[in-house]
């Protein structure tokens, strides 16, 4: 059956494949993307060996470099974390999506590209702030920087919605890891790989899932983003820092261009099954937060009817304040403290009086801290996927 979905990609519909694929699974395909769909929810079948050799061979038919991530016994069932047959190549050749790495950062006076609504993954780590637009993003889906003295990298997985910072200093290992985008795909979310090892790392989750590093039981670290307009950003952190134009590649950095059509679109580009579409569509933002065997997501639109919302996710206590016109949402730990919102929109009412919103805390007016927690936005069908926990959704 794998053998005969991976013809279909690059066959067309063809009528006997599809007459073929409709018997063995006894359901209809109609297409490439319904007979991945039934792969995906029929784990316990397992292809012929000879299935490997024959995916190989069309992906290194592609791109050589391929061989980087998957040749020897790297693609072999038992060493890897996800399914050879589930893994798409996304149109692209290795660093076809090219990586920022240390890119050129300009003061905001000097961003006069920006439109005041452009959105931004805004981020600040010991004092130094840093915006850098998602329509830049969108063509690159990954930095890799110092911020703060803290290693870190944010990849933007556009197909699933994601931008998530991860630390990249490991412990026992001298250098940070620095990623780049494979060209491939899995369950419509992008695979990075870490240029050390070559080993293959799911974006959303922060693991390897193939490669030298698959057992190493590394989970990179998840530190606080912000998505927000410009405006607020340099309104919030006036000297911020922000990526230039300058990027040494040719790309239409234009507002709205990058992605247009998927953004506009409620379908996925590339197959994906959908656990529960009973109160969120698949492609509806959500912000989440993963906790100690818990996670819980809530939708973006709650926060126009209800900026703050108090609540909790597994045992720990959370207050999330939030902007659903821009995607902009900060949750710290409230411990046993209920908040209010305020004419500000960087205070709240607390206790003692009103609190003040930080990159770092939310700071009381005696100098209480409540931590921030990482947390992010992504479309409903990935929180819901990826995670391999079921997710708490927060309803009204």
């Known amino acids: 059956m794998p053998s005969l979905a991976l013809a279909l990609l690059y066959s067309g519909p063809d009528p006997a494949i599809l007459q073929a694929l409709t ?3 006894g359901s209809p395909i109609k297409g490439w993307s319904d007979a991945m769909l039934w792969q995906e929810a029929h784990p316990e079948v397992v292809p012929h060996e000879s299935f490997r050799k024959l995916k190989l061979e069309v992906l290194y038919s592609i791109d050589p470099q391929f061989a980087r991530f998957l040749d020897g016994d790297k693609s072999k069932r038992e060493n890897m974390k996800i399914r050879l047959e589930e893994i798409a190549w996304g149109g692209v050749r290795v660093d ?3 990586s920022l790495d240390n890119p050129q950062l300009i003061t905001a006076a000097e961003a006069g590209y920006l439109l005041d609504d452009d959105l931004v993954f805004g981020v600040e780590i010991n004092g130094d702030a840093r915006a850098y637009p998602l329509r830049i993003m969108g063509w690159h889906e990954m930095f890799n920087e110092t911020i703060g ?3 870190v990298a944010l990849a933007y997985c556009t197909l699933c919605g994601a931008g998530i910072l991860f630390e990249t200093k490991i412990e026992g290992r001298d250098k940070p890891l620095v ?6 795909l899995y369950r419509s979310n992008k ?3 870490d240029r050390e090892t070559d080993s293959l790392w799911n974006q959303f989750t922060g693991k390897p899932v193939s490669g030298p590093l698959v057992d ?4 990179l670290k998840i530190r606080p983003v912000a998505i927000s307009s410009w405006r607020r950003w340099k309104e919030r952190h006036p000297g911020t820092k922000v990526l230039s134009l300058e990027t ?3 790309r239409d950095y234009g507002s709205g261009v990058v992605y247009k059509a998927y953004f506009a679109s409620p379908d996925l580009m590339v197959p994906a099954l959908v656990r529960n579409e009973e109160n969120v569509q698949r492609k509806d933002y959500v912000f989440g937060i993963r906790d100690v065997a818990a996670a819980k997501a809530w939708p973006v639109t709650a926060f126009a009817a209800k900026p703050v919302i108090n609540d909790a996710v597994g045992g720990r206590n959370v207050v999330l304040i939030g902007d659903a016109a821009t995607r902009t949402v900060r949750a710290y730990d409230r411990k046993d403290h209920e908040f209010e919102k305020t004419d500000s929109p960087d205070r709240l009412a607390g206790p003692g009086g009103e609190w003040t919103l930080t990159e770092d805390a939310l700071v009381g007016p005696g100098g209480e801290q409540l931590a921030r927690l990482p ?3 992504s479309y409903w069908f990935a929180w819901d996927g990826y995670l391999g926990v079921r997710s708490e959704l927060y309803q009204e």
């Open 23 to 25: 018997t063995l699974t």
């Open 149 to 151: 003295g803290v290693p």
């Open 179 to 184: 990623f780049g985008s494979s060209g491939f």
């Open 96 to 98: 076809g999506i090219p």
């Open 191 to 193: 695979l990075m790989f």
């Open 375 to 377: 947390g992010h936005v």
């Open 216 to 219: 190493s039981g590394i989970e």
């Open 248 to 250: 040494g590649h040719n």
